[in-house]
């Protein structure tokens, strides 16, 4: 039973998220030959704050 997590930044709405599991479930399917039922992935949604790149947080960025 393949597993896949995708971590991400929160944000993204339902259908992308949809979108997303939907292309992932059918990639694996036809990679590995499982099921589509057997198939599991878990989106996780990290807040800004909880990201950080070279020590700095994401949420504290220059975004200009």
């Known amino acids: ?4 997590q995708v971590h ?3 944000g993204r709405d ?6 997303l599991a939907k ?3 059918e990639t694996v399917q036809a990679v590995l030959g499982s099921p589509p039922h ?5 989106l996780s949604d990290m807040p800004h ?3 950080a790149v ?3 947080l994401y949420s504290d ?3 200009t």
């Open 1 to 4: 039973m393949p597993i896949i």
């Open 8 to 10: 991400m930044l929160a």
């Open 14 to 19: 339902i259908e992308k998220k949809r979108l």
């Open 23 to 25: 292309r992932l479930t």
């Open 38 to 42: 057997k198939i599991r992935v878990i």
């Open 49 to 51: 704050y909880s990201y």
């Open 54 to 56: 070279a020590g700095v």
């Open 61 to 63: 960025e220059d975004k």
